[in-house]
């Protein structure tokens, strides 16, 4: 979000994204799940729930604490060509009760929000990813619900200070690959419910790039304003 969703929404960064870093890899990555209320969404799947929300434009709510959180509700909208609405919220904590009590309809999250569907507060309909999750191998992709365009999710990833002797940059770089293998990086990626995901040194200034227009491109269609 700090290199792809914030220099879409907010006027006066107080950093470079683009030349105040040396990139060095991303770290890991995770999809969103599309978590409802299951009292106030009756639907099996994906699919039937966006087919309700077509017969009632308007009417379903979702929360949001991020930009990362709110774009996969926004590509809903694009791509489905449907309306909901969005409410704001400060963190998962705040957010979490309304869902649980039907405030809000839906929203979409990480996999930390399981331990609720785990206990039926709350029920997962999808996951926004290309294949199905290791964490949750039962829950359908969008692709498999019939919804396309939902393939969205977040990454972690490291840089350096911008004008870092190389050196340097290659040794943190080789540490960094090193950590992630290990057992307690890997226990930590699982209990976060994401994937590693390291890329070859010097690619992932490029893919910043593509995720940023990519971002921009969601943030403007839906009229997402910089503050």
Do not use: C
Not at 12 to 23: A, I, K, Q, T
Not at 131 to 149: H, K, N, Q, W, Y
Not at 189 to 198: C, D, N, R, V, Y
């Amino acid at each position: 979000m700090a290199f792809t969703g914030n220099p879409h929404v907010i006027k006066n960064l107080p950093y470079d994204p683009v030349n105040g870093f040396v990139p060095l890899t991303t770290l890991s990555k995770g999809p969103m799940y599309l978590y409802v209320n299951p009292d106030k969404v009756r639907a099996a799947s994906a699919k039937e729930f966006l087919q309700q929300i077509k017969s009632n434009p308007g009417r379903f709510t979702f929360g949001y604490t991020s930009i990362t959180s709110r774009l996969p509700a926004e590509v809903l909208q694009q791509t489905a060509a449907v309306k909901v609405v969005g409410a704001a919220y400060r963190s998962g904590n705040s957010m979490m009760p309304d869902l649980i009590s039907g405030e809000i309809d839906f929203m979409f999250t990480d996999f930390s929000a399981w331990t609720y569907v785990s206990s039926g507060k709350i029920k997962a309909l999808a996951v926004t990813d290309e294949v199905r999750s290791p964490f949750a191998p039962d829950l359908p992709t969008f692709r498999e619900s019939g919804i396309d365009g939902m393939d969205i999710g977040f990454w972690l990833a490291a840089y350096l200070p911008a004008m870092t002797p190389e050196p340097i940059v290659q040794k943190m770089y080789r540490l960094l690959v090193q950590a992630n293998e290990t057992p307690a990086v890997q226990a930590a990626m699982k209990a976060s419910g994401t994937l590693a995901f390291i890329q070859p040194l010097g690619q992932l200034g490029k893919y910043q790039t593509k995720e940023r227009d990519l971002w921009g491109k969601i943030i403007r269609a839906a009229g997402i304003q910089a503050e």
